[in-house]
């Protein structure tokens, strides 16, 4: 297990990585302005769901087979940006609603499962995450002290509840910012475009990313 000194040092490391700007951070940003606190944190928790799948594709090796292959690169980012272009699309056609209706994640359309997905993917299909894990998570693991297997998964989970604190406090924040917004038609249909600008050059972004 790591020494309660590293797993500190690696929470505060992990929280600063958090709160850089990035994918994720500004994807959960811009759907709390838009749909709210409660859908920005369901996004949040879909986010740390998929940071569970890269650290267990860590600790058992998954990933350095990933990283080095091209095509899967390859493939995984051109599947992750063709996701960002369909929420793109949907936020640039997005209706606007009254005032009593302006959190549309309390609507049918925006279902808590269908918003938690959206977290999970927009995470699993961003292969940068899975190599930045496998070169992040082994530098505080130590082999002296037992498994790196274990302490691997020990440190995923530190990374991930940081993150979950981090993107948590972003979401509400987002989310209060927002509601000023939500009052006003015209301010909705230019929040929805702004959106849907951010996730093309997110899109374009990931598209060309390199390994």
Do not use: E
């Amino acid at each position: 297990m790591p020494t309660f000194d590293t797993t500190l040092t690696f929470f505060a490391t992990s929280v600063l990585l958090a709160l850089a700007p990035g994918p994720d951070n500004v994807f959960v940003l811009l759907h709390s302005a838009v749909h709210g606190r409660r859908a920005g944190l369901l996004v949040v928790l879909g986010l740390c769901s998929g940071l569970l799948f890269h650290t267990a594709a860590v600790a058992l090796g998954l990933a350095a087979i990933f990283a080095a292959s091209s095509t899967a690169f390859t493939v995984l980012k051109l599947c992750g940006a063709a996701y960002l272009v369909w929420l793109a699309w949907g936020a640039w056609r997005a209706p606007v609603v009254g005032v009593g209706f302006a959190n549309s994640a309390d609507s049918p359309a925006m279902s808590a499962g269908k918003t938690y997905g959206r977290g999970v993917l927009m995470n699993l299909t961003n292969p940068k995450v899975a190599i930045f894990f496998l070169a992040f998570l082994p530098q505080f693991a130590d082999p002296a002290r037992g498994s790196m297997a274990v302490q691997i998964l020990v440190l995923g989970m530190v990374f991930i509840l940081a993150a979950l604190l981090t993107f948590g406090a972003i979401a509400c924040f987002a989310a209060s910012f927002g509601q000023a917004f939500q009052r006003s038609l015209r301010a909705q249909r230019w929040l929805n475009r702004v959106a849907s600008v951010v996730f093309v050059g997110l899109a374009l972004r990931l598209a060309t990313a390199q390994r």
